[in-house]
């Protein structure tokens, strides 16, 4: 069982930045693809950015391109998410996921962090 911990959200000001990290367990198959989902009460997990062990392709949401930027480091099965330029529409549980093959459907990825919850305030 693959085990992701997720750390790094909080509280921010609009304009603000913050890094989320995420740290795998295990470096193999089933971490091929790490992405960052957002989930707020009542609507579905969306894809925030992903990246694979290669680091391509990378693949970023609309609204978080020239904002976010998704990197990894391979020799410490970490995942980073720097935000930037941070919104109150930003607000949400932050997910880590990892799973085999690119995808940007939650249902798509198998192993799951805790949430991180990032709250932007106006």
């Known amino acids: 069982q693959v085990q992701l911990v997720e750390s790094g959200g909080g509280s921010v000001q609009a304009g603000g930045s913050l890094r989320l990290s995420c740290a795998a367990s295990?470096?193999?198959?089933?971490?091929?693809?790490m992405a960052w989902f957002r989930q707020n009460p009542g609507t579905e997990r969306e894809l925030v950015a992903l990246?694979?062990?290669?680091?391509?392709?990378?693949y970023y949401a609309d609204a978080e391109k020239g904002r976010f930027t998704i990197s990894r480091d391979n020799a410490k099965n970490t995942v980073y998410l720097e935000m930037n330029s941070l919104k109150p529409e930003d607000t949400a549980v932050y997910y880590c996921?990892?799973?085999?093959?690119?995808?940007?459907?939650?249902?798509?990825?198998?192993?799951w962090g805790q949430g991180t919850q990032v709250t932007v305030s106006s």
């Open positions: 295990e470096r193999s198959d089933r971490t091929y693809v």
């Open positions: 996921a990892a799973g085999i093959g690119v995808s940007n459907r939650a249902r798509d990825y198998a192993y």
């Open positions: 990246t694979t062990r290669s680091g391509s392709p990378t």
